[in-house]
Structures are given as C-alpha cells and as structure tokens.
C-alpha cells in the first residue's frame, strides 16, 4: 500500500532563514505529488504539485519543491521564511491518494 | 467564488443522536472525499465518491455514511455517534482524480460527548 513520511513533526526555524521539509513516499511506479499548507482554523491550500516534467516544481509563497524518483523524495524549500509562513504542511501521493502526517512549521522572529 | 461549503463549522452533541454535516461545492467537481483530522495521525479519507451515486469506502469508513444524489452535495452521516468521532472533519472536491488537486472546505469540528 502507498505509504508519505514526512520526517519531523515539527520544524522551528528562525524569520528569514531557509527552511527544508521532507517528505518521503513508498511507491516505485508513477506518481502525482502534492504539498498542502494548512493556517489555523483554516482547510487545507495547495502550496504546488508535480505531475511529470521538470522535477523542480516552483509554488505559490516562494516555496519549491524537488522531485527525486530514485530517492522517492520530494522534499519542500525556501530560502527565507516569513512569520507568516508558520503553519502546517501536508505531503500527499497520488493514486491512491494518501496524506503525511504533517509537519508544523513555526517561525520565531 | 470557487468553494467547498461545509456545514455547520462547530458540533457539541451527545453520543447516539443522529447528526449530518454538509458538504457543496460551485465547480462542477466529479471527485468529493470526506476526511478526518486528528493529532499525530494527518488526514485520514473517510469515503469518496467518482461520481453522482457512485460512493467507496476510505481508510476509516466504520460509523459513517455518505450520499451523493446530487453532483455538487456530498453529505456525512453519523447514524449513532460516539465518542471517538469527535475530530475535525473536511470536505474536498477535485476536476479529476487522481492527478488534480484537491480543494478542501474549511473544517467542521465535532465533539461528542
């Protein structure tokens, strides 16, 4: 079955300092991959997506994300974060479509 | 505005009373899932629905129901609640699937009491 791991449960990172959010999936064949970004008392946003091509998948926020099929990676970057940017961050595979666990980003200033 | 409509957004009720949560989306959406979210488990699909009147079940489905009559409205049902449904619970919609996104509603959270 397709599993998502997102490594750490929770990330602090200080105001303007890059940040890396990791997310591992157990498939080998073909894949859609997602990241989703949930603020407080709010649904879930998409922050990007790959479907197939380049493996560098620009976002909205200033956020990227790399896809990596020999390492079944797809880890989540950017090279400065905001105060606003603290939330939570969803990793999901798809088909079938399966969530991580969630990473909570927080930034101090 | 494109939107997933959940309603009612916050649930106090007793264990047993029958109880729907509401969910429409404006898009034209073929696929609409429930999930529920609970600390340190992320999100867990509930059911799903491909189409209208075509339903399957998720990871969690035990205790609840779904419908879809109509394309736009995919209602939960919590026949006889308990408390171990208290979470939060969210609608999504998507164009198709799997390789669209998902647009999710805003969250209903149910206690139980």
């Known amino acids: 079955a397709q599993s998502v791991t997102q490594l750490d449960s929770q990330v602090p990172v200080f105001e303007e300092a890059p940040v890396e959010l990791r997310c591992n999936y157990s498939?080998?064949?073909?894949?859609?991959l997602f990241w989703y970004v949930q603020y407080p008392n709010q649904g879930l946003q998409l922050l990007l997506k790959?479907?197939?091509?380049?493996?560098l998948v620009k976002g909205i926020n200033g956020f990227e994300a790399e896809f990596n099929k020999s390492q079944t990676s797809f880890h989540l970057r950017k090279p400065s974060v905001h105060i606003s940017d603290t939330a939570e961050y969803f990793c999901?595979?798809?088909?079938?479509?399966?969530f991580g666990k969630g990473t909570r980003l927080s930034v101090i200033a | 505005e494109a939107q997933v409509t959940q309603n009612p957004r916050y649930l106090i009720t007793v264990t047993g009373k029958k109880l729907t949560v509401t969910c429409s989306q404006n898009?034209?959406?073929?696929?609409m899932s429930w999930y529920r979210q609970d600390p340190g488990l992320g999100l867990r699909q509930i059911y799903y629905?491909?189409?209208?009147?075509?339903?399957d079940k998720g990871d969690v489905p035990e205790g609840y129901k779904v419908s879809r009559k109509e394309k736009r409205n995919f209602p939960l049902i919590l026949e006889s609640p308990s408390p171990n449904q208290t979470s939060l619970y969210f609608c999504?919609?998507?164009?198709?699937?799997?390789?669209?996104?998902?647009?999710f509603g805003d969250g209903t959270r149910l206690s139980i009491l």
């Open positions: 898009m034209n959406h073929e696929y």
């Open positions: 629905s491909m189409n209208v009147e075509v339903t």
């Open positions: 498939s080998s064949v073909s894949v859609y």
């Open positions: 999504a919609s998507s164009k198709d699937f799997p390789h669209q996104p998902q647009h």
């Open positions: 999901a595979v798809a088909p079938p479509l399966v």
């Open positions: 790959y479907l197939s091509g380049s493996t």
